[in-house]
């Protein structure tokens, strides 16, 4: 044992300050019985001694080693911590650590929601409806002098009419309203505001003369025949004088067009086309010499007014598309577009502000794309099932859809404006840039809408906010039994007046507008003297029996499924123990800063300032409320409730007078116990002779300072363990007692006492 102790004694005069005994750890007893740590240097050593030696250059580099490792071991646990989510930490344990997760994640989403605000809101403008209205106004509404406006175009004859006099006038504006000159060359101004792009374009479909069959009854009567449109049936000869496009079919490729969906059916971007002259002159000329042509006749199905106008006042470009349709039955079907859209991003100092936010929206898409993939590394295709999860894939997938449109949209607006520049005597075909950006703004909407949405994922763990979430997935089945019930009445109600009133009332004109005419009439919004023309008899009976089943019965039926589900709901939640919300997180957060500023005592002091009263009894309801009013949070007034209730010996929930002294006494004993350990453990350490010591750390084991703090952290993690553990063997206790209140669970004398232990908290 000798020959052992020496090189023991020898290592730790060599490691100086760093060494530290431990004889719980040496395996060596102390005289006194108490455990002992010494430090070499807090010790004199003889002058007859060696002096201790510096440290060797190996422990050095070890300790640097052990130093860089921890340093990118913090920094890797900080990187890893920006993706920490409730799904990627173990947070089903921890309340505390879930709440705070959350809570971080709702403040980086904030500021997500703001960005994605910013840049959707930066897209609009504030002028933009009263452009739309003001370019309106002026084609759609501008009468010619027989009085015929688009909007009451009827016949081809009135379509001629409008284009020959309000189209043009409005078109070419070159003068003053005293006749002096714009001073802009040939550019139309319209309104004076707004430039003219390029020349206004006439294009034509037209169908086949053998696209449908006469019956042979009247074939001698009916020479041709020119069915309804549609692209198998779309005709593509020349026809007409043949000197110029107005009479030859052009491909949709050729044009370089796209589709419209008009009031009767969708057409190709393909067909007839001219033109227009730069000069209202020349404009007359050409639609006059297709007017002689006959370049409209029985074939024609639809003609599109296509043309765009730039405001620089206010950065908007404005693309109109009038068109009238011919359907197979005769007259003249009017409707148009028109496009407000800001193509033209980066010239304000807001828009340079938008680009500050579009590259903080790049970056927050690479962060939520590297934690959607993290967690679903983590869970694999069990993510998906949580309907918040696909929602965050959603919006993501939006957002890059979003951001490469944009590429897209800034490249081709570049082009069509050099092309523009290059030829400005040519048609600047906006058309398909507009609708897109159309599209992109209202994927942009959809987008901003589920983003807010998303927000109830974040404040979820708060009892009152689930309450939605919870009555609609308790709810779901009842609702998905009840909808098939619902709209098989529906569906048979919206056939029935589809053909009873299909052929008189425009509201049931076709199924579609039967369904949503329906939806009105739950609403209250209906026509019923149109209903009654159309059909004396059958049309009040079709609309009481309505309004009776859907509306009185099956509509208060679903009302009541979701009142139920939504009162059940509301119960439990009541019932339920109040667990860590974020007001009680924030209130803890506010209640250490001031302990920490030392203006608030800690909670054992309220409690002996409740002890100190001067009252005989103190009940536990008196109790809670005087904490209460001493601003402590419901969790710590749970636990100080609990840790007086092992004081409670008869079980009466009251304190008495020998109760509370025993409980004011317990915590000074404590207190004076734990003074005298400390005292005696200073006196150990200071008073020890230095032969004693250096003798009992020369037999006695050792350890680094590294394995000592090493030893420290393990500790310190054992203890949030078994934190972890007792605070769920209250809640456990918490939810017997709940139980048995209600009758749920019979006490006895053995649950009692595992309760009673289970609940005691020693302050």
Same mark, same amino acid.
């Given at each position: ?38 430090? @070499? ?37 900080? %990187? ?16 505390? /650590? ?35 209205? @003001? ?43 005293? $006749? ?13 505001? $707004? ?13 086949? #003369? ?42 949709? $490729? ?30 007359? !000329? ?83 794309? @590297? ?9 694999? /295709? ?65 987008? /901003? ?12 763990? #708060? ?24 709209? %098989? ?10 053909? /009873? ?27 019923? $003297? ?86 005989? !009894? %103190? ?87 590294? !394995? ?49 232990? #289970? ?5």
């Amino acid at each position: 044992m000798n020959s052992m102790e020496v090189p023991e004694g020898q290592e730790l005069h060599k490691l100086d300050h760093g060494a530290w005994d431990n004889p719980a750890y040496s395996g060596s007893t102390s005289r006194h019985g108490t455990l002992r740590i010494y430090t @070499v240097s807090s010790v004199a050593t003889p002058s007859d001694q060696p002096q201790p030696k510096k440290p060797e250059d190996g422990l050095q580099e070890k300790k640097h080693r052990i130093l860089g490792f921890s340093c990118c071991l913090r920094i890797c646990r900080c %990187i890893r911590g920006l993706w920490g989510t409730a799904l990627t930490e173990n947070t089903a344990e921890d309340r505390e /650590l879930y709440v705070k997760t959350t809570l971080r994640e709702l403040l980086v989403y904030i500021v997500f929601l703001v960005d994605i605000c910013l840049l959707t809101y930066g897209m609009t403008s504030s002028s933009a409806y009263y452009y739309t209205k @003001v370019m309106s106004e002026l084609f759609l509404y501008t009468p010619s002098d027989t009085g015929v406006s688009f909007q009451t175009i009827s016949s081809m004859a009135d379509f001629w009419d409008f284009a020959q006099g309000p189209l043009l006038d409005s078109l070419y504006w070159t003068k003053w309203y005293n $006749n002096q000159s714009l001073g802009h060359g040939s550019h139309s101004f319209i309104y004076y505001e $707004n430039l003219l792009l390029g020349v206004p374009r006439l294009r034509q479909l037209r169908v086949r #003369n053998d696209s449908c069959v006469v019956p042979e009854d009247f074939r001698e009567d009916i020479l041709s025949c020119y069915d309804v449109y549609s692209p198998d049936k779309e005709e593509q000869l020349p026809f007409g004088s043949l000197n110029s496009t107005a009479w030859t079919y052009h491909s949709q $490729n050729e044009l370089g067009g796209s589709s419209h969906w008009g009031r009767l059916t969708s057409y190709s971007g393909g067909g007839y086309y001219l033109d227009l002259p730069g000069t209202r002159q020349a404009s007359a !000329e050409a639609l006059r010499d297709l007017q002689e042509g006959l370049w409209l006749d029985r074939g024609t199905r639809v003609v599109f007014v296509d043309f765009s106008v730039y405001n620089a006042n206010i950065n908007l470009f404005c693309v109109l598309r009038l068109v009238v349709e011919f359907p197979a039955t005769g007259g003249a079907i009017p409707s148009w577009q028109v496009r407000t859209v800001k193509l033209i991003r980066y010239v304000s100092n807001w828009d340079f502000f938008i680009i500050g936010c579009e590259i903080i929206f790049c970056i927050f898409i690479f962060y939520y794309v @590297v934690e959607e993939l993290l967690e679903l590394r983590m869970h694999g /295709l069990g993510y998906l099932s949580s309907v918040w999860n696909t929602l965050d894939l959603v919006v993501i997938l939006l957002s890059m859809v979003a951001v490469g449109f944009h590429i897209f949209r800034t490249l081709e607006v570049n082009r069509l404006m050099g092309k523009l520049l290059e030829q400005p005597n040519t048609y600047a075909d906006f058309e398909f840039l507009a609708f897109w950006q159309t599209q992109y703004n209202n994927m942009n909407a959809v987008n /901003l809408f589920f983003a807010w949405i998303k927000i109830f994922k974040y404040i979820s763990f #708060n009892k009152t906010m689930t309450q939605l979430s919870s009555t609609l997935a308790r709810c779901a089945k009842d609702i998905l039994g009840f909808a098939i019930m619902f709209f %098989i009445v529906f569906f048979a109600y919206a056939q029935l007046g589809y053909l /009873l009133f299909g052929t008189q009332v425009e509201n049931f004109s076709t199924f579609i507008k039967c369904i949503f005419t329906q939806f009105r009439i739950i609403l209250g919004d209906f026509d019923y $003297n149109a209903i009654d023309n159309a059909n004396r008899i059958l049309g009040p009976v079709y609309f009481v029996t309505y309004v009776f089943f859907v509306f009185f019965v099956l509509l208060n039926m679903f009302l009541a499924i979701i009142n139920d589900t939504y009162s059940e709901v509301k119960e439990e939640l009541a019932g339920q123990k109040d667990e860590l919300q974020l007001c009680d997180l924030l209130k803890q957060g506010y209640n250490k800063t001031l302990l920490r500023l030392r203006l608030r005592k800690e909670r054992v002091s309220d409690v002996q300032k409740v002890l100190q009263g001067g009252e005989q !009894e %103190i009940q536990f309801e008196d109790f809670t409320n005087t904490l209460r009013e001493l601003g402590h949070v419901e969790g710590e007034i749970t636990e100080l409730t609990d840790a007086c209730t092992r004081f409670d010996q008869d079980g009466n929930h009251i304190l008495d007078e020998k109760e509370q002294e025993q409980m004011r006494q317990d915590p000074e004993d404590q207190r004076v116990a734990l003074s005298a350990e400390i005292e005696n453990l200073g006196q150990s350490i200071v008073h020890s002779p230095a032969g004693e010591l250096t003798t009992e750390a020369t037999t006695g084991g050792w350890v680094s300072g590294e !394995e000592f703090y090493t030893l420290t952290r393990r500790v310190l993690q054992l203890e949030a363990v078994l934190e972890g553990v007792i605070s769920q063997i209250n809640a456990v206790g918490s939810k017997l007692k709940m139980l048995e209140r209600k009758g749920q669970l019979a006490s006895s004398p053995g649950m009692e006492e595992e309760q009673f232990g #289970n609940t005691c908290i020693q302050l």
